[in-house]
């Protein structure tokens, strides 16, 4: 169990489990944050992180949350997902496939 120092606005240094804290990841490593609940105030913590951070706290043992905001050109949308795995049902599928 890794015990990670981080700042709390209101209890100011504090101390929190790695596998307590959530990184979030947005537009492919562009923008990192990092929340935890403070274990003295009980208060939601948000913070922003440099990219350099990222894999020392991967490494650490916290959980990461890779979310991209909005629609992503070129994304493979969930009717598409549903029709290839409609597509997957069918017992002659393996017989298409080009070769």
């Given at each position: 169990m890794t015990i990670l120092r981080t700042v709390c606005p209101s209890c100011d240094v504090v101390r929190v489990r790695a596998?307590?804290?959530t990184l979030r990841q947005y537009d492919a490593g562009a923008a990192l944050e990092?929340?935890?609940q403070c274990?003295?105030?009980a208060s939601r913590v948000v913070q922003?992180?440099?990219a350099r951070m990222m894999p020392l706290l991967v490494s650490a043992g916290c959980v990461v949350e890779?979310?991209?905001p909005g629609d992503?050109?070129?994304a493979i949308?969930?009717?598409e997902i549903r029709a290839f795995v409609g597509e997957l049902d069918r017992a002659d599928w393996l017989d298409e496939l080009a070769y």
């Open positions: 596998e307590d804290t990092v929340e935890f274990p003295g105030c922003q992180l440099n890779s979310t991209v992503v050109e070129g949308s969930e009717a």
